[in-house]
């Protein structure tokens, strides 16, 4: 069975971090590009980042360019978003995805076959 299980949200002050976790099991990791997307309070699902199976290509929303870091550990089949200096309009619902439908150096943008969903952890970010 293939789980994505996040972890690490939480509640912080306006310009505070908090990294989250994401990992996969049930398939092996490293077949798998990862995403990260967030669901605010009455907004729609957005893309936040993305990474390629080696680790080595990333992509970004503009929204998060130079703040959010994504990485991954294959030997701990984890991924991680690192958040710094967060705003009260990054407070969402945070949820790692997955896809095989990726070359092993090349990232998966927003309109990517990400076909498993974690179940999300929540971020809040107050003024």
């Known amino acids: 069975q293939v789980q994505l299980v996040e972890t690490g949200g939480g509640l912080v002050q306006g310009g505070g971090s908090l990294r989250l976790s994401c990992a996969l099991s049930?398939?092996?990791?490293?077949?798998?590009?990862m995403g990260w997307f967030r669901r605010a309070p009455e907004k729609e699902r957005e893309f936040v980042a993305s990474?390629?199976?080696?680790?080595?290509?990333?992509d970004y929303a503009d929204s998060v360019k130079g703040r959010f870091t994504i990485s991954r550990d294959n030997s701990k089949n984890t991924v991680y978003l690192q958040m710094n200096s967060l705003k009260p309009e990054d407070t969402a619902v945070y949820y790692c995805?997955?896809?095989?439908?990726?070359?092993?150096?090349?990232?998966?943008?927003?309109?990517?076959?990400?076909?498993?969903w974690g179940q999300g952890t929540l971020v809040t970010v107050s003024s």
């Open positions: 049930g398939r092996t990791f490293i077949n798998y590009a």
């Open positions: 995805a997955a896809t095989a439908y990726a070359s092993y150096r090349d990232y998966v943008g927003p309109g990517g076959r990400y076909v498993y």
């Open positions: 990474i390629s199976r080696s680790g080595d290509s990333t």
